[in-house]
């Protein structure tokens, strides 16, 4: 790993209790984490693994992203146990481990789908068949239940299975110089290889990168070996799994939203280690391209769910978004690697939107219904029509990838909370998080109390066992204009400590010593760059991190008739019995009269009424029922 | 008939020089005709009816819609030989009427499809397979081809392919008490009967309107009878097919929206023809919901592709209308068979808008090219990625219903124009048209002579035999708010002629008799109700019954960064060269600047810059190149 790289925390050293992201934490494994095992369990996934599914059996066939389901359940649990024990949950992890040995194949070979269905197939449409993908979840998992637990068969298990891989794999004569089409496994590899130390790990995440669009194809080969025309596919072509270019030439990103963030954060996460400057700038044009110019203000990607993909440039509808949940769970784990790798705020911020937007977004506040897509506008009418997902969200999905994503990056924000380095601890978001680091032999707690994203201040408590040199950066976000400082009660002038979004405070730090950071909050219109289409003549609503739309059962229906004033003055008011607590947004604005009679068109401009408008985080709307949402308000 | 409804003008007698409309009938008899004719000729449409389909065999095999383009194509052919003598095309007419002799089964079925590809389905799923809709089309063309040579050739077979249906459906036992899923026999057997005077085509007709919707329902017995789920169906629903209700009692244009104005211009037709008040009444309020919910500015209709059809009050998307060109061309039959027979120029409005935006953008200036959705804005990538069709007019479709539809619309053009009652003449199109009309044996010629609609004045000059009183009724479109009427150079009162949207003139007129009739056509610009909330803060421009848009090539890239100042002077200029000559407008507008780097999102709204945007007529996008187009501005 390149010398100045952080860390992600260790989770098991962070404790998150009370405020927006302990609140979602704790339903996560109060709730979510049952009810998604139940899931698992009723739909056959769980049951699966027994491998009996037979030809006119009548047990539900297995379907061939089944075992990443369970990948991300056992990966959701096991950071659930570094959280707090429970003996239950763990007893149900080790009862499907069991099941996964005796899934195991005796070369090592592991997916319920295709030993019970279509053992011939093996390996024979990577393209198309997520082979690699459950593998990828499944490490993850075995990686995450061993930190958990110590227990290692999950993690034996996954070793032989990666051996399995690593000996068909590979650019050696008689190997397959391929890769998945949907990437997964090279992110999920490198922690493998972070746990085992075994080079061989990195390397073959590597490889998967390395082999990734280059000619003559691989999938075009493998096609043709199936006796298949390789013209035909899923996906339409090889963008969508980003298969179009060798990584390292990519400049935009293209296709399937997931496979090409999960395949960057995988990249990232091989440049790092290996320190390939080409590889790393790659990483640095895509999150530009898709920063600057694919993503949603929400931190919501891929605008269509023709291919659940990237389309192009500013292309950013709202109602016909698609901008599913996985998407921002993965700009998530892409972000945070190029955070940690740059050390740079940049990569905060979108980590930090997505999280309070996008990702939460996909989850009701009582931790059991999901959203796949997460539109920025809906009229109810129009999304039962159109096709696509209601606008309300669901108890699961039959392609469920959505739900135990959700449960396995809320379970483990505190990774994401803090970062540390050699001689450096980062505070990347802010939250009632306590966490202890050690550096260099050193054991330094810091206690975080905040009711951010609601409120503004935020102090951290440090406890060091001894007087202790060592670099404390606090992220200072790209949203906030003003910031004040204080360190022991003293006024300090943040600025000049601010470099790349973080105050990076280099002290010899005592015991008891305190920080109060203070981030002004105030309500902001936001406006996007003209070229989106969809957005011009409107603004979006924000307060520090959190995105605000309109709700009809806020503002009656027909919220396009609403017109926000330029001058009108946004009003901050923390609501504690609504939706769980939030704070909104009101103003005064107007609305437009409906015609009268029958008069569709008319040469007169509609007339206004006075109205107040109330607008809520974006993340809480569609928790009363079904009905109109805009984020984008006109404003006039 | 009800004693007062009108009549459409006989063809024969209408002749139509120069002008937009003139231009465009002349481009469909040279050119439009023939190509389509090539194309029903290569694709093998022609030949199917010759029955030589057999399986294994090479020949392209008949679809179920082909006979339908046949009529269509028959029936244009018909009108342009009323308009002007054409050996070549009427000796192809009769080549194909002989084909059709040849494909008629003894029993006098008619169907290139089924009679090569399944005759055993023959008459077993009317819901899904068109075969009463291509009857319907080849009684078009029989009654026009009659009406325009004499031949009885087609007719003959028509009539007994009518006997043969009029055996198969109706109340009787043994007899199927259904109906087509495709309407279109319905006001195809109007047609006939008033060719015939047979009444047993009346009664066919209204035995198809009567059965509609009721109770046991046909499609559910239909598909029992097949074996089938009659749950599954291609429309998802009884009210895509119009069948969900009794079609008397049906309030809501729903469902597949050619479907639907076909059937409703059909009932209309027997609610005439039999003084049927109740069908008058379904007939008044469909058109209501029709033009006062669910039509574009340009008389589009049908709002999305998924089932091209109507979805619900007010739901009109820009970028993805489906606006079919034949839907638009369905409105025109309904509305002129209304206008008819409620004498009302709220018909008449409906028609022209249709006629000249939704209608005539669906075909190229060069007549070979065509629309079938009729987009009202385009990003050119958004229509190549999200599927549909592509944002430019192509020269023939696998489902070719349009071509043919526009061809034979635009060639019969002169019906619509006039229609005649018992002593009285309506002028209810303004063109270049000269027409000939017998009032009680009286001779009437009126002249019209006009640079409608890009110039405001249209003068009409009659020639009678004798002395004679009779009734003008000249047209006073709804988007008229200032006109002057001269008769013979003496300024008139015009206002206390108008009842209905027409000046009714009750007059004794003499040979040479002048109108002088000044529509005052000041750039316009037209507000959608708020509930429509695609079109909030924008305004449409229009002149005259002409809808307006913005392109690419005339003002940039994005458009939707271009505001329109709501003082704004719209400016008029007649441009002979552009686009076979058009009158444009023009307008000072600002264009917001783009943002700076990346910043796709920002705080500062954006900044604009003075851009002069000129406006083409929407049924002239799409000739110059693949580009942006907006109907909809936004004003500021």
């Given at each position: ?216 194809h691989f999938f075009t080969q493998e096609a043709i070996s199936r006796g298949d025309d390789p013209k ?405």
């Amino acid at each position: 790993m390149s010398k100045s790289s952080w860390s992600p925390a260790e989770l098991k050293r962070v404790r998150i209790e009370g405020g927006l992201l302990g609140e979602r934490q704790r339903m996560i494994l109060r709730r979510s984490i049952d009810q998604q095992y139940q899931q698992c369990k009723s739909t056959g996934r769980i049951d699966a693994l027994k491998l009996q599914w037979k030809s006119g059996s009548d047990l539900p066939k297995p379907h061939e992203f089944w075992d990443s389901d369970i990948g991300k359940w056992i990966e959701s649990a096991a950071y659930a146990l570094m959280i707090e024990p429970n003996a239950e949950l763990e007893r149900r992890v080790d009862e499907v481990a069991d099941l996964l040995e005796g899934a195991q194949q005796p070369d090592g070979y592991l997916n319920s789908h295709f030993s019970a269905v279509a053992p011939e197939k093996r390996f024979t449409n990577l393209r198309d068949q997520h082979e690699l993908y459950c593998a990828g979840h499944l490490i993850e998992a075995a990686v995450a239940y061993f930190q958990a637990t110590g227990k290692r068969k999950i993690l034996d298990v996954l070793c032989r299975y990666v051996d399995c891989i690593d000996s068909t794999f590979g650019t050696e004569p008689g190997m397959k110089n391929g890769y998945d089409g949907h990437e997964e496994i090279e992110l999920a590899l490198i922690k493998l290889w972070k746990t085992t130390g075994d080079v061989k790990h990195l390397k073959l995440a590597k490889h998967f990168i390395d082999a990734r669009g280059k000619q003559p194809h691989f999938f075009t080969q493998e096609a043709i070996s199936r006796g298949d025309d390789p013209k035909k596919m899923w996906g339409g072509g090889y963008e969508y799994y980003q298969a179009h270019l060798p990584v390292r030439e990519q400049s935009t990103v293209e296709g399937h939203s997931v496979r090409a963030l999960y395949l960057f954060a995988g990249v990232a996460d091989v440049a790092a280690a290996t320190g390939d400057k080409p590889l790393l700038k790659a990483c640095r044009r895509i999150f530009k391209n898709l920063t600057g110019r694919r993503m949603y203000i929400t931190g919501g990607v891929g605008s269509t769910r023709h291919g659940e993909r990237f389309t192009y440039d500013f292309d950013l509808p709202n109602e016909s978004a698609y901008a599913e949940t996985c998407a921002s769970i993965a700009l998530v784990f892409f972000a945070q690697r190029m955070m940690n790798i740059d050390r740079d705020g940049k990569y905060a911020d979108a980590m930090e939107t997505a999280l309070y937007n996008g990702v939460l977004s996909g989850i009701s506040l009582d931790g059991e219904k999901y959203f796949y897509a997460n539109y920025l506008a809906t009229d109810p009418k129009w999304h039962r029509l159109e096709g696509g997902y209601p606008a309300e969200r669901q108890g699961w999905f039959g392609c469920a990838c959505c739900p135990p994503n959700l449960a396995r990056l809320i379970a483990s924000i505190g990774m994401y909370v803090y970062s540390t380095g050699e001689d450096e601890i980062a505070v990347n978001l802010y939250a009632n998080a306590s966490a202890t680091f050690e550096l260099k032999g050193n054991r330094i707690t810091l206690e975080q109390r905040t009711d951010y994203p609601w409120d503004e201040t935020v102090r951290i408590k440090l406890s060091v066992a001894e007087l202790k040199s060592f670099t404390l950066h606090l992220r200072i976000p790209g949203w906030c204009r003003k910031y004040k400082l204080k360190i022991n009660g003293k006024k300090t002038n943040a600025k000049r400590f601010v470099k790349n979004g973080y105050a990076s405070i280099i002290r010899t730090w005592r015991d008891g010593d305190r920080i109060e950071l203070t981030l002004a909050m105030p309500p902001t219109r936001v406006y996007a760059d003209p070229r989106v289409r969809h957005n011009t003549g409107r603004a979006a609503i924000t307060r520090g991190p959190i995105v605000y739309c309109l709700e009809q059962s806020d503002n009656r229906a027909h919220l396009n008739a609403i017109v926000l004033p330029e001058k009108s003055k946004l009003r901050v008011n923390y609501e504690s019995r609504l939706l769980g607590g939030v704070t909104t947004i009101r103003a005064k604005a107007a609305r437009e009269k409906f015609n009268k009679g029958d008069k569709l068109y008319q040469e007169r401009r509609p007339q206004t009424v006075g109205q107040s408008i109330k607008a809520i985080p974006y993340y809480a709307w569609a928790n009363r029922g079904e009905g109109e949402m805009i984020v984008w308000i006109r404003e006039g």
